[in-house]
């Protein structure tokens, strides 16, 4: 595990101090790691850390608890840890232990995690409200239950157990959603990362190749970077393109066809999300070119939209509003543009939104909707614009060279004062750039 620096132990005191700030005195706030979770028989899958713990301690272990208690005077930030035991770190790697983690996370306090039952009672008592993430983890919901039922036991013995359970996602989700300068640093270097995977597997790309072999380029320069896929890899040649979570990634791309890819990687807990539609030889037909560019021109309406004041919905409107212009144009749909819309008739080739938050989960924390109306952007949010184009291999109702195609543009944008900053703007995007770079 690697060290965390001064700098960012003062990061994570800090949010650790606003989340108990925001939760307010008479509050108790308790977050479990993520438990390990069984690929098969007694192989595990590889551990990822629950996001809002690793945003709130910097510990990557397993078997831990985070509990935070504003206003205790005997220390308000408390982890549960396992225990260093030579003899399970020489199978497993090293451990923090209660006494290095609270030296190396900057925790006020820390125990083994064989005492939580003896203690979180007595932590819980007399505390008002119950900040926790109910329902992510049903193993430890129970536990928390048989805590709870441990205090109100004693209530006849002058025992106060908490009156109010609350959503801790409320909180903490509003502090992911905006992020910190450190932060975009991070997730700047999981795009830089992307770009240069993306690249190379454009670079690979040509007629025949399986669509693992182009996942094997991206996943290469991920881990060659200290990196890992932020979601499974999507490579979808041809009409594979069209299956918006397609992962099988076991198809030959035959020449003439469109590849589509969406890869990101994650660098420190960090997610990128970008998205590239290619010609596996490397020159677009004209259909495939005219649905790209189309494409093109709904990913920089949206990206005009996504100004601070802006509601988020904006950039998906502004997006529809050019795709369904387009169509018209080019002739897959008939009818007026207004009609298109409010029927929803583009749906037909454009099924989902065009973007969502992103940070320390792809698909990240943060609330959509405020008060029944879409949320305004503000400077320090990250958003996907990935607006695309999807046509049924089987559509009749098209020209043959139409049916098929699948195209996607993403990339990840940083709202600022200024407006937005593309962070994926160095990678490749338009016909004739990707056409330059696979041409070289
Ligand atoms: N890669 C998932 C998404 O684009 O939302
Ligand atoms: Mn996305
Ligand atoms: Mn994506």
């Known amino acids: 595990m690697r060290a965390i620096s001064a700098r960012w132990r ?10 108990m700030q925001a939760a307010g005195d008479g509050a108790i706030l308790i977050l479990p790691a993520a438990p390990e979770r069984i690929r098969s028989r007694d192989t595990y899958y590889p551990y990822r850390q629950d996001s809002d713990f690793w945003y709130l301690t910097g510990c990557a272990e397993p078997e831990a608890v985070l509990v935070l208690v504003p206003g205790r005077r005997h220390g308000e930030s408390i982890l549960f840890c396992r225990e260093r035991d030579p003899e399970r770190e020489g199978w497993d790697g090293p451990r923090l232990g209660p006494e290095g983690a609270v030296a190396a996370l900057g925790l006020d306090d820390a125990y083994p995690i064989t005492d939580i039952d003896e203690i979180l009672p007595g932590l819980l008592e007399g505390r008002r409200r119950v900040y926790y993430p109910l329902g992510r983890d049903a193993e430890f919901d129970l536990k928390l239950i048989g805590w709870l039922n441990r205090v109100r036991a004693q209530a006849r013995q002058g025992a106060q157990p908490p009156q109010e ?14 992020k910190s300068a450190e932060e975009i640093a991070l997730m700047q270097k ?12 454009m670079r690979a790309a040509r007629p025949g190749i399986r669509e693992y072999e182009l996942q094997a380029e991206l996943e290469y320069v991920f ?9 499974p890899c999507i490579v979808g040649a041809g ?5 918006l979570h397609y992962g099988a990634n076991s198809a030959r791309a035959r020449a003439g066809a469109l590849v589509l890819i969406d890869a990101g990687a994650e660098y420190a807990g960090y997610a990128a999300d970008i998205t590239r539609t290619f010609p596996v030889s490397g020159r677009f037909t004209r259909a495939q070119r005219a649905l790209h560019d189309l494409v093109g021109r709904a990913q920089a309406a949206a990206l005009a939209q996504a100004q601070p004041g802006r509601p988020f919905s904006a950039m998906h409107e502004a997006a529809v509003h050019t795709l369904a212009d387009g169509l018209l144009a080019l002739g897959l749909l008939r009818g007026r543009l207004q009609d298109v819309i409010a029927n929803g008739d583009y749906q037909r080739y454009y099924r989902h939104k065009t973007g969502h938050w992103l940070g320390l989960d792809v698909h990240d924390a943060g609330e959509y909707r405020i008060d029944g109306a879409s949320r305004l952007l503000e400077p320090g949010m990250v958003v996907t614009i990935e607006p695309g184009l999807y046509i049924p291999v089987d559509d009749a109702t098209v020209a043959p060279e139409w049916r098929g195609l699948g195209i996607r543009i993403e990339d990840d944008v940083l709202i600022t004062r200024d407006g937005p900053r593309v962070l994926s703007a160095a990678l490749e995007r338009s016909a004739d750039e990707i056409e330059a770079l696979m041409g070289r």
Do not use: W
């Open 10 to 19: 003062k990061l994570l005191a800090h949010r650790r101090q606003t989340l």
């Open 165 to 178: 359970f609350l959503a801790l996602g409320h909180l903490l989700d509003e502090m992911r959603l905006f």
């Open 190 to 201: 999981a795009v830089d990362i992307s770009v240069q995977a993306h690249r190379a597997a």
């Open 223 to 231: 881990r060659r970077h200290g990196a890992q896929p932020a979601y």
């Open 239 to 243: 009409a594979n393109a069209c299956i």
